[in-house]
């Protein structure tokens, strides 16, 4: 299964390597490294350009993609709260975040749950509708600048928000495949964000 590392424990546990016997082969976005004990294949989060192969490990490719700072935007959404971020690097330099109370399902039957579902499904769409409000006013100022979009929190609950506003759709065609997972949306979860926004997919294996 593949796993997530941060750029930098990555390169740390890289770098020995460089120049080692073994293989490299650079292709569709991904490097696959070839040890002798091991092997083990990587996918930079923005994208790998170089296409060529080595007979030794050659990993100047890899660690120049690694250490490109972007510009990225960031929307997470749950039915608690949101968020929405706009990074230089990883540095946050935009954001707001929101609050909203929904409640939670209801487990009796008859006339109250209906009226129960009818509260729920307002205040959900109170929320999508804040949630698709404030992304708006965040994020249209730094539309020319933005590269890429990260997409977290509830899937459905992010759905709803592009969907309600589609002023957004733009914003929506630069989502990154990774969907990142948060609890309700507080700034901390923004703060955070950085370290799994430049984490590379790596899978290991032996050779």
Request: charged fraction near 30%; avoid cysteine; hydrophobic fraction near 40%.
């Amino acid at each position: 299964m593949p796993r997530y590392i941060g750029r930098e424990n990555l390169r740390k546990r890289l770098e020995p390597h460089q120049g080692a016997p073994g293989r490299t082969i650079y292709e569709a976005g991904s490097v696959r490294i070839e040890l002798p004990e091991e092997a083990l294949t990587v996918r930079p989060p923005f994208g790998l350009a170089h296409e060529a192969s080595y007979e030794t490990v050659e990993l100047g490719p890899l660690f120049e993609a690694l250490a490109e700072d972007h510009v990225v935007a960031a929307l997470l959404v749950r039915l608690g709260g949101f968020a929405v971020g706009v990074f230089e690097g990883e540095r946050l330099v935009a954001s707001k975040v929101g609050t909203r109370f929904v409640k939670g399902r209801h487990k009796k039957g008859g006339s109250s749950a209906n009226r129960f579902r009818r509260r729920r499904e307002k205040q959900a769409r109170e929320l999508v509708e804040a949630a698709a409000e404030t992304a708006l006013g965040v994020l249209e100022p730094w539309r020319d600048r933005i590269e890429f979009a990260a997409l977290g929190g509830d899937r459905r609950a992010v759905d709803e928000v592009l969907e309600a506003e589609p002023r957004l759709a733009w914003f929506a065609e630069l989502a990154l495949p990774r969907f990142f997972t948060t609890g309700d949306p507080r700034l901390r979860d923004l703060e955070r964000l950085p370290y799994d926004l430049y984490s590379a997919e790596t899978t290991e294996g032996t050779r």
